[in-house]
């Protein structure tokens, strides 16, 4: 075992489709497990969503979140493919699932099908609404998931529209929140033996990431005031600026920098709680002052007055800022078929690890030799 690769010689077996579950597994790989991504015949529907690669058989998604894994084919409407489906649970130390509850259980993988034959098992079943409950099989996307939270309902714009984050926030925090689970499980599973059964969903993913909404929502009675007036997007002469404030002294030091030292001696902007009721007046005001100049003039004012800002950039922007190339904050995937790829390093992963990640693989490429592993004839398997 090292630092590097402590899961290696574990045994993972992703059934999931889409970002939650097979980021779950991602992160079992990038520390040297071997993850076995079990896919349909027609593949995981996250190789369909937006643009497809690699000769239709890659999307963004399904190249980002299968990175490190071996692939395998098998048709799970068919009693062969549910028999060696079994032979692989009954060997597995991890099985990540995303089905609908109860589906497993059909399938002859649930976990009170397997733990007498393999108590050692891990097995985190990730769905929309949970294992139980009226809305279990309720299917749920990310978006889904962020309206029922609460977070569409937080994140509202300047036309008071609530709006859904256009990133999947709630899988991948399923994912992260799915990880840390089965990375407890077998911490102590070195004492105990034994393995469990884990229940992950994206509405309890959901309502976690958001944190301290929940109970400043009871603490405000369903009010919760707005945080930090007038932090926020402004837009430049060529672009747009963010600015955060935490303090009242950065609000001062900001209205220097714009050249309005009077707004804090206002009574309407005196406070964080007055700013936050005269918000419209002090955000007009600042928007106008902020478009009379460019980007560059005002980062390079409001950081020497020493407040919290930073331009909108692009991701492209992202990889060739001198910051990220000077950290290693971004590293390459040699994809077949499509050449170098650039991804942002997993947070907190030495850079040996994610170099050795090995491409997404397509669906069942390896599937001849994952069978052979597990000791699995490949009679009525393989085509």
């Not at 190789?47 to 058989?57: A, E, I, P, T, V």
């Not at 549910?82 to 060997?91: G, N, S, V």
């Not at 992260?176 to 969903?201: C, H, K, P």
């Not at 001696?265 to 478009?291: G, K, N, T, W, Y």
Request: aromatic share 8%; proline share 8%.
């Amino acid at each position: 075992m090292s630092h590097e690769f402590p899961y290696r010689g574990l045994k993972v077996l992703d059934l999931g489709q889409g970002v939650a579950s097979p980021y779950c597994g991602m992160l079992l790989a990038l520390y040297g497990a071997d993850v076995v991504k079990v896919e349909p015949p027609e593949g995981d529907w996250a190789r369909n969503l937006g643009g497809k690669y690699d000769g239709g058989q890659q999307s963004a998604m399904s190249l980002t979140f299968n990175r490190g894994k071996r692939g395998l084919t098998l048709d799970l409407k068919t009693d062969a493919g549910r028999a060696a489906l079994r032979k692989l649970a009954e060997q597995a130390d991890v099985l990540i699932e995303g089905f609908r509850p109860g589906v497993a259980a059909r399938l002859g993988v649930g976990y009170e099908t397997l733990k007498d034959v393999n108590p050692k098992l891990i097995m985190v079943s990730i769905s929309g609404f949970g294992q139980t409950g009226p809305y279990s099989q309720r299917p749920v996307t990310d978006a889904a998931a962020q309206a029922f939270s609460g977070f569409v309902n937080a994140n509202r714009g300047p036309d008071d529209v609530p709006h859904r984050a256009p990133i999947l926030i709630c899988d991948v925090a399923t994912g992260l929140y799915a990880y840390q689970s089965v990375a407890t499980a077998l911490y102590a599973r070195r004492d105990n033996g034994t393995g469990r059964w884990i229940d992950v969903s994206l509405m309890a993913s959901a309502a976690a990431f958001i944190g301290h909404r929940s109970p400043e929502a009871w603490l405000e009675a369903g009010a919760a005031p707005a945080l930090n007036v007038p932090a926020g997007s402004y837009q430049t002469k060529d672009g747009w600026v963010v600015v955060a404030i935490v303090n009242e002294p950065q609000f001062v030091r900001w209205c220097g920098a714009l050249n309005r030292p009077d707004l804090p001696a206002d009574p309407r902007f005196a406070s964080f709680p007055q700013r936050a009721v005269h918000e419209a007046a002090l955000v007009a005001i600042i928007r106008d002052i902020m478009a009379g100049e460019t980007s560059a003039t005002w980062l390079d004012r409001l950081r020497a007055a020493d407040v919290i800002c930073d331009p909108v950039t692009t991701y492209q922007d992202w990889y060739a800022d001198p910051h990220v190339v000077a950290v290693g904050g971004a590293s390459v995937l040699n994809q077949p078929g499509l050449g170098e790829l650039r991804m942002p390093r997993t947070p907190g992963a030495p850079p040996s690890t994610e170099a050795a990640l090995t491409p997404a693989p397509r669906n069942g490429q390896h599937s001849a030799e994952v069978l052979a592993d597990f000791g699995i004839p490949t009679t009525g398997l393989l085509p």
